[in-house]
């Protein structure tokens, strides 16, 4: 969040049926699931718990290392 300025209120979510609200809101603006934390984080005061409880978790895709002959 190293654009956001401190000075400037925003709303405050604390409980999951405000951050789903807001979620919806502004799901046809986010692309990823990344994209919808930047902005709810930007944009809101949010409890990151009632955020993780509706949000899906990416978890990264497997790498392997080559197998050596």
């Known amino acids: 969040m190293p654009n956001v ?3 400037v209120l ?3 979510l604390v409980n999951t049926s405000g951050v789903a609200n807001a979620v919806s809101e502004l799901r046809q ?4 699931t990344a ?3 930047r ?3 930007e944009r809101f005061v ?3 718990d009632a955020v993780a409880t ?3 978790s990416e978890e990264p895709e497997t790498q392997w290392l080559p197998a050596r002959a």
Do not use: H
């Open 5 to 7: 300025d401190p000075r």
């Open 10 to 12: 925003r709303p405050v």
């Open 29 to 32: 603006k986010a692309g990823s």
């Open 35 to 37: 994209e919808m934390w």
């Open 39 to 41: 902005l709810l984080t």
């Open 46 to 48: 949010v409890d990151l």
């Open 54 to 56: 509706l949000l899906p």
